[in-house]
């Protein structure tokens, strides 16, 4: 039997750490790859995948969970939850209150994304909320009283175009053109 790696619920809280310096190398982008199409397969069909054993596949998974690389969860899309606002806000904060204002933003259930940035914004958040009123409260209640915030400049978003959790694609076609192939290491 095959135990699932799929996690139901919401994501888990932002982690703020990076996992190393290092970056993966082929057959781990692989298997990240393989896992962004379908997290639910089984380590032994990954493994056939990537030409290694069943085992090794499965170390390499756990090693990339705990080095923080991936996170196998369910994403909902948010209308089907009942969320039908989303919003992307820009934060112009007081730069000595830029680290615990970005922890605030970060334990806010009502956002997906917190962002330190460079250019006209400190701090991007985006969050998605039942309503416009939702969203008014948060932002006259929740951000308006946030010490240290100078002004918000708030984007509603009217249709989503794409959105994708699938990050690296580029990296793991560059690598497979460059003929990069795969060996059996562990």
């Known amino acids: 039997m095959v135990k699932s790696r799929v996690a139901t619920g919401v994501l888990a809280p932002p ?3 990076r996992w190393s310096s290092n970056r993966l190398d082929e057959i781990d982008l692989a298997l990240v790859r393989e ?4 997290a639910r397969q089984s380590n032994v069909a990954l493994a056939r995948k990537v030409k290694l054993t069943e085992g090794a ?20 899309d ?29 334990n806010m ?7 330190q940035t460079a250019g006209q914004f400190d701090l ?16 006259t209640q929740r951000l308006g009283r946030l010490q240290g915030v100078k002004g918000t400049d708030t984007y509603v978003v009217l249709r989503t175009m794409k959105r994708s959790l699938r990050w690296g694609e580029v990296a793991t076609e560059e690598a497979q053109a460059s003929g990069a192939a795969f060996s059996k290491q562990a």
């Open 15 to 17: 982690v703020a750490k």
């Open 35 to 38: 896992l962004q199409s379908d």
């Open 57 to 76: 596949v499965r170390r390499r998974i756990d090693n990339l969970l705990a080095r923080g690389a991936v996170r196998i969860v369910a994403v909902a």
């Open 78 to 106: 948010p209308e089907t939850l009942g969320l039908q606002t989303h919003a992307v806000i820009g934060l112009r904060v007081d730069i000595d209150r830029i680290e615990p204002l970005s922890d605030e933003l970060a």
């Open 109 to 115: 259930r009502e956002l997906s994304y917190v962002y």
């Open 124 to 139: 991007i958040v985006v969050g998605f909320f039942a309503s416009t009123e939702q969203l008014r409260i948060f932002l």
